[in-house]
Structure formats: structure tokens, C-alpha cells
């Protein structure tokens, strides 16, 4: 018998998640006032589960490493969130929402989590409506919507080039509610450090006070994780510095497993490396592909200027290899066509890996509309153009500001220069159709997770499961659970199942202050980038990966016996906060190169150079890996394989194609 079971409803696939709803037990109010639930995470997945907890009458305690929820990593989201609304009556609806998330996942993602994130979209924009969420309007009021990546339908909604930060005020502001009622505390500064297991079910956490350097036990009659994604184990990412997998990966260590660790997405759209100088990556907004075109010059080492290259001279490699999509193929497929084109000699700027964004013919389209407005029907260019440049700046202007403002370049004269970066990671810890861990009482959400996303994520599909997740479907499901633990009170912290937790994490950190080594935190967190970019990255093969593995296994007894961290574990110590994390990402970093050399085929973010097309294409082999690989740690520096095979009941699996 399989050691995981997905625990998926039975019935039709349309109606799993109504009947799971209207069938499910259900915890009281009286009851829920004495069950505590812990929430790791403020971010969207976070900061939307602990608020709706609360207002369901959980006692709810939220922890962030950071000095608000504000900060947390959700803030940086550009481009916008998806719903199945159909506003643009484009031929949008849920099953249309569900095919493209399967089908941009490269059939690597489990149906009935997709058709229920598909199902909740919709609650999701009337919510953010009601909370205030500044999303954009049409000129009738009518919320407005944009393309991305990977559909033929405009179903993203957006608020300018900040979509995360209103979604996140929005959380934030049902968050901060629930804590002026009393119904949360709020734990800022906090770092989860362990995992508390009482008779198999986790009961609590171990938290490191970041300011005082203590640390602090915590009982939950269940704890939920919504920390975000581990990109950050390339050094070099679009994630936010302090991003980390800490949190999933104690967890990992204490029985859930950690699934598709493999899985990791490179944006098209970054603003390209500039030097060794350089600590974090930007991302430009995939919105940006909507409304720009694609292209490098025709002839190889060309040094002339964008401006100074006519237009039959141009190669919009995009639109020639992949008419029917375009510029809006996915992120993996438009990596994977920059990344060639640079190989191939054709690359633009100084590093000559880059492509350009050109918003020149757009611009002039919507400067051509305005002018129609006004009853002016045959403008000239240099009035398109003036036109059209107010409504790009209305739509981008953030994102152009501060592509100026990094670069010392007007994007609103030149054309962007653009390579792919690493962005997200659809890995994460495996979690059941109830979004519960390998760990009884331990759930999982947003990007934490491995559920939605499959082998790639589509754009503007994030900030969708993040609320999904918080809002729509964990309130439901973790009512499962608790309506078993109404009988079991709060179990004191001195219990010795929390002072053995904390004796471990007090045991790491004395060990890491202790080594005293020459080298820093930041010297071995590059290294561990540079092996993962290089032979883990955009492209893996077998000797390379295999080459990566004894690398980063002799850089971790490098870690562990030559680092120093100053100063002391009982105090403010950022650069132990960061040595625990680095740790912990050198040990992952491991377990996603043994996870892409398992993986025999191409697929999604996952490219091995050995299993591809004629045509450079992914070639996935679903005879041999249509499965969900989650791996047990054995607590030895071994992983074992379990595989939750995938069944496609309601959707024709088949070679992807956006031509």
C-alpha cells in the first residue's frame, strides 16, 4: 500500500468539491474557541488563512520573520491574479481555466486540486472587491482584465504593475482586524526553527525571537505552513532576500514529504544579470509580454543599436515559432526560446544574454484608439505615439520606473532588455486534496505547497492559489481534521516532545555560531547558486547533475566545518538567521538534483537536454513518469521515493502545443 493517499472525493470531477463542502464535518463555535490553530506565513496564503480562521472562531496565533505582514514576499507580485469571470465574453469559464492550468503544468498536476482552484477564482476577485482592493476598471467601471502567459483568454485581473501589494493590504487588512479583536496574536520577528510532534500529530512549533534571540515554544491543535516558494536556493532570483524554505524543510525532516523539488520556474522577463556586485534579480511583469513584442536582430553579434535595426531585419522569434500563442506562450517555453537565441549568438546588450521588449507597435496601436476617441481618425505617428505612451504609462508605469531606475535606460524610447531568471518553485511540501501534509495536523498552502501548478506555473496564477488556499478551501478542509481534537486540550509547553524540539534547534544554532570557520554565509550560498544555475537550472543532464550532487555534498562539509558566523545565538544575529538558512538550502539543493536525475524526461520547468524534440521542445514520457515524486527524508542525508501516480479522467493528456 502507497505511504501517501491524495484523498481526492470521489464522484465527477465538476462536482467533488460542492459535495466535499456540503458533506464535510463541522467544528461548532463554542468548540472552535477552544481549538489553537498556528499559522507560519503572512503572505497571501497566510495572512488569508489566519484571518479567515479567526473569523471562524479558531484561537489563531500567526508568526513572520519580517516586521510586518506587509512585507511579506506576496508585495512583490506584478502582473495580476486570475478568475474565471469571463468579463471579456472571450470564451473564459472554469473548465477553460482548468484546461490551461493543466495543460501549462505539462500534465503534471492533479486534476481535482486544478478544477477546484478553477471553481473558487471568481469568490476570489468578489472578495478582494469587497475589501477594497483598488483592481483596475474599464472606463464603465467594469473591472478590466489583461492576457498572460500560456491562455487565449484576457481572465487576469490587475491593479497597475502592483496587483500583490493591494492583494496583500487586502489580507492584511482582514488580518490586522482579527488581531484588534483579539482573536489573533500576531508574531512578528518570529522564525520558525522545528516542528512540535506529539504521538505523530503535530502539536506546536519552535519559534527564535529574531530580536532577543530567544527561543519560544508554541502548542496548536494543528499548524499550518504558508511560507513561500524556495528559489532562493540559486542565490540569485527574483525572490525577496529573506525568502527562504526553512519552515517546510524542518517539516521535511520531521516526516512530510517534500514533492517535485525538481520543479522550478524561470521568468522570461528579468531585468539581466550586471555583475557579481548583484545580491537579488528584478522581475518586469509577464503583463509586459501582453503588450510588447519579442525580438532579437537577424544577424548574429549584432552591435547596432535597437533603434538603428530596421524592422525587416528584426527576428520576433516568438510569433514565428509559435503563431498561435505568440508572445503569451508559458514561461517555460519562452525561457527556454531566449536562452537559444542567446546560445545561438544572437543575444543583445553588453553580456549578449538578452533579448529585447519592444512596446513600440502597441504603444502606437493605443495612442491610434485614443485618437479615434477624440474624432481625430487619421493620426500621424507622432501623435499615436504621444497618445499611446500616456495609456502605457497609466497601465505600466511602476514597472517602467523602475526599469529606468536599475538600468539608467528610458523604456518609454529604447526597448527593454530581458533574460530569463529564476521566479517560482511549483515543488513544495506534499499535500492531500484536504491540504494536509504526510504529517497528521500539518497543512500546507500557496506556494509552500506542491498542489496547483504541476511542472509549470502560468503567470498571474499564484496570487490566485494563495487566496484560494487561505480563503476557500483550508477553512473547509482543516474543519475535517479538528472535529476529531475537540476533546483534547491544549497540551502544556513543558510537555518533553517541545523541550526536545527546542534542545535540537538550540543545538543547530550553538553549533553554527560555534565552527568559527573563515568563511562566510555568503561565500557558500553563491557557490550553492552557481552549482544549482548551472547543472540544476533552465537546463539539466544526467552528468552535470550527477557532477552537482558531489559538488554540493562537499560544499556542505565545507559548510559545516568552515563558516563563520559572528557574534552570539542570544541576541539580534542576522547572519545566524541566515546560516540556518543557507544550511537548509544546501540540503535541499541536493534533494532537487537527485529529484531531476530521477526524472527521465522533459517537462514544464523541469528541461533535460537528453529528452527533448527535433524541434528543442520538452518531451515528457507519461508512460514511466505520469507521477507526483515525494520524497521521505531518512533523516541520514538519504531520501526515499514515493510516487502518487496521476490519473487524467477529464482532460486528454497529449504533447503540448502552442503553435
Same mark, same amino acid.
Given at each position: 500500500?502507497?505511504?501517501?493517499?491524495?484523498?481526492?472525493?470521489?464522484?465527477?470531477?465538476?462536482?467533488?468539491?460542492?459535495?466535499?463542502?456540503?458533506s464535510?464535518?463541522?467544528?461548532?463555535?463554542?468548540?472552535?474557541r477552544?481549538? /489553537?490553530?498556528i499559522?507560519?506565513?503572512?503572505?497571501?496564503?497566510?495572512?488569508?488563512?489566519?484571518?479567515? +480562521?479567526?473569523?471562524?472562531?479558531?484561537? #489563531?496565533?500567526?508568526?513572520?520573520?519580517?516586521?510586518?505582514?506587509?512585507?511579506?514576499?506576496?508585495?512583490?507580485?506584478?502582473?495580476?491574479?486570475?478568475?474565471?469571470?469571463?468579463?471579456?465574453?472571450? $470564451?473564459?469559464?472554469?473548465?477553460?481555466?482548468?484546461? &490551461?492550468?493543466?495543460?501549462?503544468?505539462?500534465?503534471?498536476?492533479?486534476?481535482?486540486?486544478?478544477?477546484?482552484?478553477?471553481?473558487?477564482?471568481?469568490?476570489?476577485?468578489?472578495?478582494?472587491?469587497?475589501?477594497?482592493?483598488?483592481?483596475?476598471?474599464?472606463y464603465?467601471?467594469?473591472?478590466?482584465?489583461?492576457?498572460?502567459?500560456g491562455?487565449?483568454?484576457?481572465?487576469?485581473?490587475?491593479? !497597475?504593475?502592483q496587483?500583490?501589494?493591494?492583494l496583500?493590504?487586502?489580507?492584511?487588512?482582514?488580518?490586522e482586524r482579527?488581531?484588534?479583536?483579539g482573536?489573533?496574536?500576531?508574531?512578528?520577528?518570529?522564525?520558525?526553527?522545528?516542528?512540535?510532534k506529539?504521538?505523530?500529530?503535530?502539536?506546536?512549533?519552535?519559534a527564535?525571537?529574531?530580536?532577543?534571540?530567544?527561543?519560544?515554544?508554541?502548542?496548536?491543535?494543528? #499548524?499550518? +505552513?504558508?511560507?513561500?516558494?524556495? $528559489?532562493?536556493?540559486?542565490?540569485?532570483?527574483?525572490?525577496?532576500?529573506?525568502?527562504?524554505?526553512?519552515?517546510?524543510?524542518?517539516?521535511?525532516?520531521?516526516?512530510a514529504?517534500?514533492a517535485?523539488?525538481?520543479?522550478?520556474q524561470?521568468?522570461?522577463?528579468?531585468?539581466?544579470?550586471?555583475?557579481d556586485?548583484?545580491?537579488?534579480?528584478?522581475?518586469?511583469s509577464?503583463?509586459?509580454?501582453?503588450?510588447g513584442?519579442?525580438w532579437?536582430?537577424?544577424?548574429? &553579434? =549584432?552591435?547596432?543599436?535597437?533603434?538603428e535595426?530596421?524592422?525587416?531585419?528584426?527576428?520576433?522569434?516568438?510569433?514565428?515559432?509559435?503563431?498561435?500563442?505568440?508572445?503569451?506562450?508559458?514561461?517555460?517555453?519562452?525561457?527556454? !526560446?531566449?536562452? /537559444?537565441?542567446?546560445?545561438? $549568438?544572437y543575444? #543583445?546588450?553588453?553580456?549578449?544574454?538578452?533579448?529585447?521588449?519592444?512596446?513600440?507597435a502597441?504603444?502606437?496601436?493605443?495612442?491610434?484608439i485614443?485618437?479615434?476617441?477624440?474624432?481625430?481618425?487619421?493620426? &500621424?505617428?507622432?501623435?499615436?505615439?504621444?497618445?499611446?505612451?500616456a495609456?502605457?504609462k497609466?497601465?505600466? %508605469?511602476?514597472?517602467?520606473?523602475?526599469?529606468?531606475?536599475?538600468?539608467? /535606460?528610458?523604456?518609454?524610447?529604447?526597448?527593454?532588455?530581458?533574460?530569463p531568471?529564476?521566479?517560482?518553485?511549483?515543488? $513544495?511540501?506534499?499535500?492531500?486534496?484536504?491540504?494536509?501534509?504526510?504529517?497528521?495536523?500539518?497543512?500546507?498552502? %500557496?506556494?509552500?505547497?506542491?498542489?496547483?501548478?504541476?511542472?509549470?506555473?502560468?503567470?498571474?496564477?499564484a496570487?490566485?492559489?494563495?487566496?484560494?488556499?487561505?480563503?476557500f478551501?483550508?477553512?473547509?478542509?482543516?474543519?475535517?481534521?479538528?472535529?476529531?481534537e475537540?476533546?483534547v486540550?491544549?497540551?502544556?509547553?513543558?510537555?518533553?516532545?517541545?523541550?526536545?524540539?527546542?534542545?535540537?534547534?538550540k543545538?543547530?544554532?550553538?553549533?553554527?555560531?560555534?565552527?568559527k570557520?573563515?568563511?562566510s554565509?555568503?561565500?557558500f550560498h553563491?557557490?550553492?547558486?552557481?552549482?544549482m544555475?548551472?547543472?540544476?537550472?533552465?537546463?539539466?543532464?544526467?552528468?552535470?547533475?550527477?557532477?552537482?550532487?558531489?559538488?554540493?555534498?562537499?560544499?556542505?562539509? =565545507?559548510?559545516?566545518?568552515?563558516?563563520?558566523?559572528?557574534?552570539?545565538? =542570544?541576541?539580534?544575529?542576522?547572519?545566524?538567521?541566515?546560516?540556518g538558512r543557507?544550511? =537548509?538550502f544546501?540540503?535541499?539543493?541536493?534533494?532537487?538534483?537527485?529529484?531531476?536525475?530521477?526524472?527521465?524526461?522533459?517537462?514544464?520547468?523541469?528541461?533535460?537536454?537528453?529528452?527533448?524534440?527535433e524541434?528543442?521542445?520538452?518531451?515528457r514520457?507519461?508512460?514511466?513518469?505520469?507521477?507526483?515524486?515525494?520524497?521521505?527524508?531518512?533523516?541520514?542525508?538519504?531520501? /526515499?521515493?514515493?510516487?502518487?501516480?496521476?490519473?487524467?479522467?477529464?482532460?486528454?493528456?497529449?504533447?503540448?502545443?502552442?503553435?
Open positions: 500500500m502507497s505511504a501517501i493517499n491524495s484523498n481526492i472525493p470521489e464522484g465527477e470531477l465538476t462536482t467533488k468539491w460542492t459535495k466535499f463542502k456540503s464535510v464535518p463541522l467544528v461548532n463555535p463554542s468548540n472552535k477552544s481549538l /489553537e490553530i499559522v507560519v506565513g503572512s503572505g497571501l496564503a497566510g495572512a488569508s488563512a489566519a484571518a479567515t +480562521l479567526a473569523e471562524m472562531g479558531y484561537k #489563531v496565533k500567526c508568526f513572520c520573520f519580517q516586521d510586518s505582514p506587509r512585507r511579506a514576499h506576496s508585495i512583490a507580485a506584478q502582473g495580476g491574479i486570475n478568475a474565471a469571470k469571463n468579463y471579456q465574453n472571450d $470564451g473564459d469559464s472554469t473548465y477553460r481555466l482548468f484546461y &490551461d492550468t493543466i495543460k501549462g503544468g505539462d500534465y503534471r498536476a492533479r486534476e481535482a486540486n486544478v478544477h477546484r482552484l478553477a471553481e473558487v477564482s471568481a469568490n476570489i476577485i468578489d472578495q478582494c472587491v469587497a475589501q477594497g482592493v483598488p483592481l483596475a476598471r474599464e464603465g467601471g467594469l473591472l478590466d482584465n489583461r492576457s498572460f502567459g491562455t487565449q483568454v484576457q481572465r487576469t485581473f490587475y491593479a !497597475a504593475g496587483t500583490g501589494q493591494q496583500l493590504l487586502g489580507a492584511y487588512s482582514a488580518l482579527q488581531i484588534g479583536m482573536k489573533v496574536e500576531m508574531f512578528t520577528r518570529h522564525e520558525m526553527l522545528e516542528v512540535v506529539i504521538d505523530g500529530k503535530a502539536r506546536g512549533i519552535i527564535r525571537n529574531l530580536i532577543t534571540g530567544e527561543l519560544e515554544r508554541h502548542f496548536g491543535h494543528a #499548524v499550518v +505552513l504558508g511560507t513561500g516558494g524556495y $528559489g532562493n536556493v540559486f542565490y540569485l532570483s527574483t525572490n525577496a532576500m529573506g525568502s527562504n524554505v526553512t519552515a517546510a524543510w524542518k517539516a521535511n525532516k520531521q516526516g514529504f517534500f517535485n523539488p525538481c520543479y522550478t524561470i521568468h522570461p522577463t528579468c531585468i539581466p544579470v550586471s555583475g556586485h548583484q545580491s537579488k534579480l528584478t522581475l518586469m509577464e503583463s509586459l509580454r501582453n503588450d513584442r519579442i532579437v536582430p537577424k544577424k548574429k &553579434d =549584432d552591435t547596432r543599436k535597437a533603434s535595426i530596421p524592422e525587416d531585419e528584426r527576428d520576433y522569434y516568438l510569433e514565428r515559432r509559435y503563431p498561435a500563442f505568440g508572445n503569451l506562450v508559458p514561461r517555460d517555453v519562452a525561457s527556454r !526560446a531566449a536562452k /537559444e537565441r542567446c546560445d545561438a $549568438g543575444g #543583445v546588450g553588453t553580456s549578449k544574454l538578452a533579448v529585447y521588449l519592444d512596446f513600440k502597441n504603444t502606437e496601436r493605443y495612442g491610434r485614443e485618437a479615434a476617441k477624440a474624432g481625430n481618425h487619421h493620426p &500621424d505617428k507622432e501623435t499615436c505615439m504621444r497618445l499611446g505612451l495609456v502605457i497609466e497601465k505600466y %508605469g511602476n514597472l517602467f520606473d523602475m526599469y529606468a531606475q536599475i538600468t539608467g /535606460e528610458n523604456p518609454y524610447e529604447t526597448p527593454m532588455r530581458i533574460y531568471a529564476v521566479h517560482y518553485t511549483m515543488g $513544495g511540501l506534499w499535500v492531500d486534496y484536504n491540504l494536509m501534509t504526510t504529517v497528521p495536523g500539518l497543512y500546507c498552502t %500557496g506556494e509552500a505547497n506542491f498542489s496547483d501548478h504541476g511542472a509549470n506555473r502560468l503567470g498571474a496564477s496570487l490566485m492559489q494563495g487566496l484560494a488556499d487561505g480563503y478551501v483550508l477553512p473547509y478542509t482543516i474543519g475535517q481534521y479538528l472535529s476529531k475537540i476533546s486540550k491544549a497540551i502544556p509547553t513543558d510537555h518533553p516532545a517541545f523541550a526536545e524540539a527546542e534542545a535540537k534547534a543545538g543547530i544554532l550553538d553549533t553554527l555560531i560555534g565552527i570557520g573563515t568563511k554565509v555568503d561565500h553563491k557557490k550553492l547558486g552557481l552549482i544555475w548551472e547543472k540544476c537550472g533552465m537546463a539539466r543532464n544526467a552528468e552535470g547533475l550527477k557532477s552537482a550532487i558531489a559538488e554540493i555534498q562537499q560544499l556542505k562539509k =565545507d559548510f559545516w566545518s568552515d563558516v563563520r558566523v559572528p557574534g552570539s545565538a =542570544d541576541e539580534y544575529n542576522p547572519e545566524l538567521e541566515k546560516a543557507v544550511a =537548509d544546501i540540503e535541499l539543493g541536493e534533494l532537487m538534483c537527485i529529484d531531476a536525475l530521477n526524472r527521465n524526461e522533459s517537462c514544464g520547468g523541469h528541461f533535460r537536454e537528453e529528452f527533448q524534440t524541434e528543442g521542445e520538452a518531451l514520457d507519461d508512460e514511466n513518469y505520469a507521477y507526483v515524486a515525494a520524497w521521505e527524508n531518512k533523516g541520514d542525508g538519504s531520501f /526515499e521515493l514515493h510516487k502518487e501516480e496521476l490519473k487524467f479522467e477529464n482532460i486528454k493528456i497529449a504533447q503540448r502545443s502552442y503553435k
